[in-house]
């Protein structure tokens, strides 16, 4: 019989491998101590043997991904192109889908009334580009005026940004993204200027 | 599947309490070997975690694209620990590495990143958990247990084993969970536990105590 048992917090070191060497002689002899320590140790055995399952290996890297786009998602300001309901990518995509189809659609079947119209667009700079524009649509040029009318819709959905972020094959990859009814809103449109005289 | 290696290591820059443990064959996974979802430059790699805290404060977000490559394990398993399940677990270490970066102006490099890391972690884990019970994965032994070198009948008896202990440590107290969670799965010394728990290391080590005492009454009962 010991009068004295070991504190708890001389318990718990011994039970992690730690304690004086008295306190270690102490649980040997002392078979209440013993008892708590051996109760301890396989309590905690069992606790350890808990593991945390491996998730997915591609898992770390799709969380990485996560969280970056969520502190760039704080770090933007607020897009004109995020709009309610469509994704800012999607938007823009959109935007650059049409632009792009529309001009090219433009730049094949647009015939100018005379070279003198031409001369006078064919150099949009700063403010003389916008007179220029406005020449052209006092001329009743219906492919121009089209582009023009294009371009307000799209100021309107920051056509700056738009611009600024064409790259190679992003018509490709933005009429690949669109849904059935954009694409037959796209389809509608360049059938109207197909349709237009001089086309 | 492979189970998740030996986490005493898992999380960089912080000393095991223990050299040597059972599983110490089943080495730690580095994360910096792949992080193709992120990518971060190779001339940061070598920095220290102030160095890299220091260079997000100057504007390099890749740094912090670093600093979560080489902490999201840890997180992920503590709060896995404490959800009882991936989907919580993932939802909230995007949670917590989101609070890191929104707070990094207020750590003050007293502490080791890794500790200030782990304080976050705790504290969004305990808020989620307040009033919420937490949602263990559906048993599944083939996930939880490699079957492939263990005969079928040991397997679903770890596995049974190993929900108990789930529920039992779900039920501790939120500090005595946090310490059993630290100390045991993270192998964190009891310094370093006060300093995530802002409580004192006697505080600590009976916290330790009392949990280890209440997990075998509880699992006891739960045999019974």
């Known amino acids: 019989m010991w009068a004295r048992h070991l504190s708890r917090e001389v318990l718990l070191a011994v039970v992690e491998g730690g304690g004086d060497v008295p306190d270690r002689e102490h649980v040997e002899r002392c078979e209440r101590c013993r008892r708590d320590v051996d109760a301890l140790r396989a309590t905690l055995a069992a606790v350890r043997d808990v593991e945390v399952p491996e998730p997915s290996p591609l898992f770390w890297d799709h969380l990485s991904a996560r969280i970056s786009q969520s502190i760039a998602d704080e770090e933007a300001p607020a897009s004109a192109a995020r709009t309610v309901g469509v994704p800012a990518w999607r938007s823009g995509l959109w935007l650059t889908g049409v632009a792009t189809a529309v001009a090219l659609a433009v730049m094949v079947t647009w015939q100018p009334a005379d070279r003198s119209t031409l001369a006078t667009l064919s150099v949009p700079n700063g403010e003389a580009g916008w007179d220029a524009e406005a020449t052209a649509v006092e001329q009743g040029d219906t492919g121009w005026e089209f582009l023009v009318n294009l371009a307000v819709v799209a100021e309107e959905e920051s056509w700056g940004e738009l611009v600024g972020g064409v790259q190679p094959g992003m018509a490709d990859r933005a009429l690949q993204a669109l849904s059935d009814a954009e694409r037959t809103a796209l389809i509608g449109l360049l059938e109207t200027e197909m349709r237009q005289p001089g086309s | ?224």
Not at chain 2, 4 to 15: F, H, Q, R, V, Y
Not at chain 2, 198 to 216: D, P, W
Request: aromatic fraction near 6%.
């Open chain 2, 1 to 224: 599947m492979e189970e998740a290696g030996g986490l005493a290591a898992t999380w960089p820059g912080l000393e095991p309490a223990h050299a040597a443990r059972p599983e110490a064959g089943r080495g730690p996974v580095r994360d910096h070997e792949s992080h193709d979802g992120v990518e971060t430059s190779p001339g940061l790699e070598h920095l220290d975690d102030v160095t890299l805290v220091d260079a997000v404060r100057s504007g390099g977000r890749e740094a912090f694209d670093l600093l979560v490559v080489r902490h999201r394990r840890a997180v992920y398993q503590v709060c896995y620990r404490f959800t009882g399940n991936h989907e919580d677990a993932s939802d909230l270490s995007q949670e917590v590495f989101l609070r890191a970066y929104r707070g990094l102006t207020s750590f003050k490099g007293s502490a080791a990143f890794a500790t200030w890391l782990y304080r976050i972690a705790v504290n969004a884990c305990l808020s989620r958990s307040a009033g919420q019970k937490p949602q263990a994965d559906v048993l599944d032994p083939d996930r939880h247990v490699d079957t492939a070198h263990v005969a079928a009948d040991v397997a679903l008896a770890r596995s049974r084993m190993a929900a108990r202990v789930r529920a039992a440590v779900a039920q501790l107290p939120r500090k005595q969970r946090a310490t059993v969670i630290l100390r045991v799965y993270h192998d964190l010394p009891h310094e370093q536990i006060a300093k995530v728990l802002g409580s004192s290391v006697g505080a600590v080590k009976a916290n330790f105590f009392h949990a280890v005492r209440n997990l075998r009454r509880l699992l006891g009962e739960a045999e019974n």
